[in-house]
């Protein structure tokens, strides 16, 4: 029986996709309904199940990931977790599946997992499930703003923009991460920091995703602001800014013609999966290692330019 930073590993499933078999094998057509799930996607993503090894970076810290059911906010709080970091994670209630998923491999590091269902577009919710993540986690360090909305099964850009659509972007990927922020000051301090999820869209949009892109822009603008403000209490905001990466968003809003070809344009000529995204997270969230990082964000884009 092996042992991966105080994880057994004598019972595992299946080896996740690798990063290669993405760049061999391609993505079938495949389509589902927000907010998708995990265990509906061929092939499954690698959130780092079986390889991310962590080495005390966040020992003793508490972090609150929205949209840690799934997707990068998994694989961020299984590498916080195995860093040594306590977690609480806010989703939607019909991602229960995909959360307690993620609760399991938190648990099997030996930290603690708390689960937040619940629709962050509701202003009420969104506010108490933050105050309940540093009660139940016993604080807050680093608050990572990580759920978001897209649509683009739509025929063109802005004429095929329904004002339902633009509502539940807007308010996912803005008004919630406000609310979240705002409410996360109270137990913020010295030292703690705040990452945003961007996206490759803020640099470089696609016609489809005109409203989705302008949030994603809006976010890394919020982040600049934010650390001009939050560093003189000692807080630092930074954002994460990913390119196509494999995770139940993309089946659940994209066409299935468009999965085939997904992240081939990118200089390394594929999407990327979930676990490469969280040694980024893992970085900007360390006190030590990135405690003179504010105000930027880190590109995990395959290659795309993120300036
Ligand atoms: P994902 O579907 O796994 O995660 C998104 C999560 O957002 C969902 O799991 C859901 O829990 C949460 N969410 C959405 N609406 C919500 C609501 N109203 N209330 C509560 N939770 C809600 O997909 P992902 O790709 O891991 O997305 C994570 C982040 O990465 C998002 O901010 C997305 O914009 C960003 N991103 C993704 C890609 C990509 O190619 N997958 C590229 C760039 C940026
Ligand atoms: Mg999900």
Redesign the pocket.
């Known amino acids: 029986m092996g042992t991966l930073n105080g994880f057994m590993t004598e019972q595992h499933q299946e080896p996740d996709q690798t990063a290669e078999d993405l760049a061999t094998q391609g993505i079938p057509e495949q389509s589902q309904n927000?907010?998708?799930h995990?265990d509906d996607m061929t092939p499954r993503p690698d959130h780092g199940e079986e390889s991310y090894q962590g080495s005390g970076r966040l020992e003793g810290l508490k972090a609150y990931i929205?949209?840690?059911?799934?997707?990068?906010?998994?694989?961020v709080a299984i590498a916080y977790a195995r860093e040594g970091a306590d977690v609480a994670i806010?989703?939607?209630p019909e991602?229960e599946d995909?959360?307690q998923e993620t609760k399991t491999w938190v648990e099997k590091a030996g930290r603690a997992c708390v689960l937040l269902p619940?629709?962050?577009?509701d202003e009420q919710h969104?506010r108490q499930v933050v105050n309940q993540a540093a009660e139940q986690l016993g604080g807050l360090n680093i608050v990572i703003?990580?759920?978001?909305?897209?649509w683009a099964k739509r025929d063109s850009g802005i004429e095929s923009v329904k004002t339902e659509e633009l509502d539940?972007i807007m308010?996912?990927?803005i008004y919630?991460m406000v609310w979240t922020t705002q409410e996360a000051l109270k137990h913020l301090g010295e030292g703690d920091s705040i990452i945003f999820?961007?996206?490759?869209?803020a640099y470089s949009p696609s016609e489809k995703l005109i409203d989705?892109a302008a949030t994603?822009a809006a976010e890394l603008n919020m982040a600049i602001n934010l650390a001009a403000e939050l560093g003189p209490r000692g807080i630092r905001v930074n954002a994460v800014?990913?390119?196509?990466?494999?995770?139940?968003?993309?089946p659940?809003t994209q066409t299935p013609e468009k999965l085939t070809g997904f992240?081939e344009d990118t200089p390394l000529g594929r999407?990327?999966q979930?676990a490469e995204?969280a040694p980024a997270y893992v970085f900007l969230g360390s006190p030590s290692d990135a405690s003179y990082v504010s105000g930027t964000v880190l590109g995990v884009t395959g290659g795309k330019p993120t300036f």
């Open positions: 927000p907010p998708g995990t929205t949209g840690g059911d799934s997707g990068i906010g998994r694989a806010a989703y939607l991602e995909d959360a619940g629709d962050l577009r969104c703003n990580n759920a978001s909305h897209q539940r308010k996912t990927n919630a999820t961007s996206s490759i869209q989705y994603k800014a990913p390119g196509p990466i494999w995770t139940p968003l993309q659940a992240g999407p990327g979930p995204l």
